[in-house]
């Protein structure tokens, strides 16, 4: 990062000017034990040192060199091919790349998907770019869910997207289809969401704290089937809870469509009609309002047909 010294910025020392764009102490001291970490008009400088206007800021945020392959599982990164990978790019900025995942890919890797998940494909990506590579999503999606993920390309981005989410400043929106006409249209669900006992994937909704995570979803209907057999919601989880919208549906006694762990299997969609189809925060950088959209998959909308 080049970063030229305003006259506002004239006398802060380099600590200060640091404190002021939100770099964390861990993304400080990687900076102070590498040699070209901090430059003050090409020269190595401390935090001490003081910035006058026009000086030349250097600060070495983005990533060297490629990471050490490390996975969840203890083996390589592979890396796959982007442009068939099914994965679009829908954002992409200085700082920050939206994916668009499709249904059916993992956003990480797992025993059971090694080379297939959006990590390998964003891996492939960046490979043929040329560019260094860590994959630092803001958001996940579960397998089955199709939509955007946004991800950071440096450690201070996603150090102030952290915080952005931690504050509730990310907005998510979703469409779902669920079964049945839900009643009344628009609301909010509140809930305990614990998992399952005896399993480590299933989430139950309970009505107390204990051993559980509050959370919150509001929703507004936005179709309803002629027989009320089914309808679509735009929904909005306020906490971002495991299966959240999956389990508050289901608790509602309105599973979302083709959901087989927390509903049953359906004959016209393969997987769960869930697509989280926007996204909206203020830039770690600029501040500037950001809302990212990703169209609604064909075999959702299909659903959404009398």
Known sequence: ML?????????????EYLRRLGASRRIVNRMKQSESGILLNGAHVTVRAALREGDILSLALEDDRPPEPE???GIPIIRADFSSSGVRIIYEDGELIAFSKPAGMPTHISHGHLGDSLLNAAAGLFYERGEPFVFRPVNRLDLDTSGIVLTAKDQLTAYRMSKRLQAGEVKKRY???LSGAIDPPSGRIESYIRRREASIIERVSADSGIESEYSVTEYDTVWTSADGGRCAVDCSPLTGRTHQLRVHFMSKGHP???????????DEIPRQALHAFELSFPHPSTGEYITITDEIPEEITKLCRN
Not at 3 to 15: D, F, P, R, S
Not at 257 to 265: A, E, N, R, S
């Open 256 to 266: 979302i469509v083709g959901d087989t762990l927390y509903g049953k299997p359906s």
């Open 3 to 15: 970063h030229t010294v305003t006259a506002e910025e004239n006398g802060l020392t380099i600590k």
């Open 175 to 177: 469409r779902a289809v």
């Open 71 to 73: 996975t969840a599982v």
